[in-house]
């Protein structure tokens, strides 16, 4: 499986600096075929970039989507907007539950819009170090699964970020036993639930990645790339990090 290297930017970079980095990228990553590669910027720079990547190898997608198609929802993006510019949507990334409140219930409406509109849809799934003290990870992790991906139609594109709550913005990524672990009971839920298209999904590693500990995780069976937060902010450091996913 070809790895998958997805930089969140999070609520990062002007459109100005976000044209700035991409004309950066562009030349050393057209010579990287082997990895694909995606950039989610803020919503303010979709149009922007997605001119700008027009005849290149850099995927574009979105951080956040909201299920309705359109309506009275003032501050919300849908899908139907989304379509004309990226392909790639993030759904249920911890800072969301967290921060803003997003349930399992909330999250499964977001996944299925993006999936019936033939999008990407990167799940976000993690547990908290209190889960993980009290051994209830592979708990925590196989509800977040079974309840996100309730009454979906197809898995054909889905895509998985396994992100510990404890290893995001904080430096201290899992160790790669870890991250492997948990991606295998991912994929074995999904088995459970699904049957042998488990095989074919990416399961993504997300947690203070960064070029030095890249190719320690998708060296490990079940991770087949990475959601890359921070490090990603900078050009070089994100080329590095694709550089070094390479297999």
């Not at 349930?103 to 976000?124: A, E, F, H, Y």
């Not at 900078?234 to 694709?242: E, G, L, N, Q």
Request: charged letters at 20%; one cysteine or more; hydrophobic letters at 40%.
């Amino acid at each position: 499986m070809k790895p998958l290297i997805i930089a969140n930017w999070k609520m990062n970079k002007s459109v100005a600096e976000s044209v700035s980095f991409v004309n950066q990228i562009i030349d050393p990553l057209s010579k990287i075929n082997s990895v694909t590669t995606v950039i989610c910027p803020p919503f303010t720079c979709l149009s922007e970039l997605s001119r700008l990547i027009t005849d290149t190898n850099i995927k574009l997608g979105a951080q956040n989507v909201y299920f309705e198609v359109d309506g009275a929802y003032t501050g919300e993006i849908s899908i139907s907007m989304l379509k004309e510019l990226c392909s790639y949507v993030i759904v249920g990334h911890s800072e969301r539950r967290i921060l803003f409140k997003e349930n399992d219930l909330t999250i499964n409406m977001k996944l299925r819009s993006v999936i019936n509109n033939g999008l990407n849809p990167i799940i976000c799934v993690g547990e908290s170090i209190e889960s993980r003290t009290k051994g209830d990870a592979n708990q925590v992790i196989g509800e977040q699964i079974t309840k996100g991906l309730e009454n979906v139609a197809s898995l054909d594109n889905l895509i998985i970020a396994y992100e510990p709550i404890w290893a995001i913005g904080t430096g201290e990524s899992a160790s790669s036993e870890i991250a492997q672990e948990m991606s295998l009971t991912i994929r074995n839920k999904i088995n459970e639930l699904y049957g042998i298209i488990s095989q074919k999904i990416p399961i993504l590693y997300g947690g203070s990645v960064k070029s030095e500990n890249i190719k320690d995780f998708i060296s490990q069976d079940d991770i087949n790339g990475a959601l890359v937060g921070s490090a990603s902010l900078d050009p070089k450091s994100f080329v590095a990090i694709v550089s070094e996913s390479q297999i």
